[in-house]
């Protein structure tokens, strides 16, 4: 079974830029669709972006469009997701997660978690 393993949280100002980082375990990774969800502390897990499997279609939450960039290394097994203009209300928790399902945007449909990686943005 797939595994992920994401990277690249931390504290960081308001205004600030932070890239997120999943690597996946098995060459089968390029079969899936990659989503990044975020869960603030007392919220629910919240959707925040996904790619399709060539990486050539891309759906972001209205909260971040336009400040966040996923994107998707086949050749690395990685999917990435640049964070800019980050704001103290994009602090939680961020897990990556593989799904076969292309534009998905319910946790449901999403097969295999990561274990997450803590984004805090301080005002």
């Known amino acids: 079974q797939e595994q992920l393993v994401e990277s690249g949280g931390g504290l960081v100002q308001a205004g600030e830029s932070l890239r997120l980082s999943c690597v996946a375990s098995?060459?089968?990774?390029?079969?899936?669709?990659m989503g990044w969800f975020r869960q603030a502390p007392g919220k629910e897990r919240e959707f925040v972006a996904t790619i399709s499997r060539s990486g050539s279609i891309t759906y972001y939450s209205d909260a971040v469009k336009g400040r966040f960039t996923i994107s998707r290394d086949n050749a690395k097994n990685t999917v990435y997701l640049q964070m800019n203009s980050l704001k103290p209300e994009d602090t939680a928790v961020y897990y990556c997660a593989a799904s076969r399902i292309t534009g998905a945007t319910s946790p449901r449909s999403y097969e295999t978690w990561g274990q997450g990686t803590q984004v805090t943005v301080s005002s």
């Open positions: 098995e060459r089968t990774f390029r079969n899936y669709a």
